[in-house]
């Protein structure tokens, strides 16, 4: 079956950087983009970018810019996230999720990363 | 950047009645609309596209409605697995893909 499967949860300081990873299977990787999208404690979804499996173009919201390097890696149909520079405002469940036309059926279960002195 | 902006922000309703979440965009999104469902400690779940189009497995009791500016979702004899909170999306003009802040539907 479709799935994306996430790498575990993070504890990371004031400053570093995280990567979640997300391994697809059950699709061609390469027919599909990927989003990731976040989710601060107690709070709404907020977007972060997309990239497409097939040549990895990407498009990210502005806030994270400059932040954030999202790459695949088709021999293994898994697609990464990183953040630098982290903050405490960072802390937050990221999904990554198959993004076809720009909505999304299929999400993975969810990355919780904390940022914590 | 498009504003999806929910209401309301709470709603309760009593198990077998219908509840009614309306979403409203900054501007026309055509019906390029999506609903989300998120159960406390989940990931979402799609449940429309395409303002009204049903995503595969969902009950008929979901019902997306609307084009422009102002969509609903409806869910008719509402199930205790009913509540949780709902979040509409707007992928008409990206980037950024932008979500309403979320109705929590709870039990009255």
């Known amino acids: 079956q479709v799935q994306l499967v996430q790498s575990g949860t993070e504890v990371k300081k004031p400053g570093a950087s995280v990567t979640v990873s997300c391994k697809a299977s059950g699709y061609t990787f390469s027919n599909y983009g990927i989003i990731w999208v976040r989710q601060a404690p107690g709070q709404g979804l907020e977007w972060m970018g997309w990239?497409?499996?097939?040549?990895?173009?990407?498009k990210s919201a502005q806030k994270f810019q400059g932040r954030v390097t999202m790459t695949t890696d088709t021999s293994t149909s898994t697609a990464y996230m990183e953040l630098r520079s982290l903050t405490s405002d960072d802390t937050a469940v990221y999904y990554c999720?198959?993004?076809?036309?720009?909505?999304?059926?299929?999400w993975g279960q969810g990355t919780l990363v904390t940022v914590s002195s | 950047e498009i504003v999806m902006t929910q209401s309301p922000a709470t709603l309760s309703v009593s198990p077998g009645e219908r509840a009614t979440l309306s979403c409203r965009a900054s501007?026309?999104?055509?019906?390029?609309v999506a609903w989300y469902q998120q159960k406390t400690g989940q990931a979402p779940r799609l449940l429309i596209y395409?303002?009204?189009t049903r995503a595969t497995g969902i009950s008929a009791r979901f019902r997306g409605s609307g084009s422009g500016t102002d969509f609903t979702l409806t869910i008719s004899g509402l199930q205790s697995d009913d509540f949780a909170v709902y979040y509409c999306q707007q992928y008409n003009d990206w980037p950024p893909l932008t979500f309403g802040q979320g109705t929590r539907l709870e039990i009255k």
């Open positions: 999720a198959r993004g076809g036309h720009g909505y999304s059926m299929v």
């Open positions: 395409g303002a009204s």
């Open positions: 990239i497409y499996g097939y040549n990895g173009d990407t």
């Open positions: 501007q026309s999104v055509d019906i390029n």
